[in-house]
């Protein structure tokens, strides 16, 4: 059962790592585009269904399994892994941050501009690797 588990998490953290890393990339492109314009209507659209249907539900997996290998696997008391939750915890944060940026653009009322998207979208990535380092490497 645990490699099941561990599959499905997996799969879970790529889905919801793939969204995180498109959401800030669509919002670079949102930019441009004109307050009300139809270009702006779709990259609403866009976005909406990509956290609904992707981002949201990936997340739920990702925690639900996560926690429940750590129990299976005996985890909890493992340094590695309280680096590992702390890590994702700031994803969670940064996935809450994203959908408040998110609502932002669905009233047009985005301030921000692409640069800042540009470096947004690189903070998951980053993420990413420490965890990915923390599970495999299992450092302390």
């Known amino acids: 059962m645990y490699d099941w588990l561990k599959a499905f998490h997996i799969i879970a953290v790529i889905a919801w790592m793939a969204g995180m890393l498109y ?6 492109y949102h930019c441009d585009a004109e307050p009300g314009s139809r270009q702006s209507e779709t990259f609403k659209v866009m976005e909406r269904r990509l956290l609904k249907a992707i981002i949201n539900p990936a997340m739920i997996a990702t925690w ?3 926690l429940w290998l750590a129990w299976e696997g005996g985890w909890f008391r493992a340094g590695w892994l309280h680096g590992k939750l702390a890590l994702v915890l700031a994803l969670s944060a940064l996935h809450g941050w994203l959908v408040r940026c998110m609502k932002d653009f669905a009233a047009d009322k985005n301030r921000r501009t692409q640069k800042f998207y540009r470096i947004i979208n690189e903070v998951p990535a980053v993420l990413m690797v420490l965890v990915v380092i923390l599970v495999v490497v299992k450092p302390f």
Do not use: E, K, S, Y
């Open 64 to 66: 639900i399994l996560g």
């Open 23 to 28: 959401l800030p990339r669509l919002f670079v």
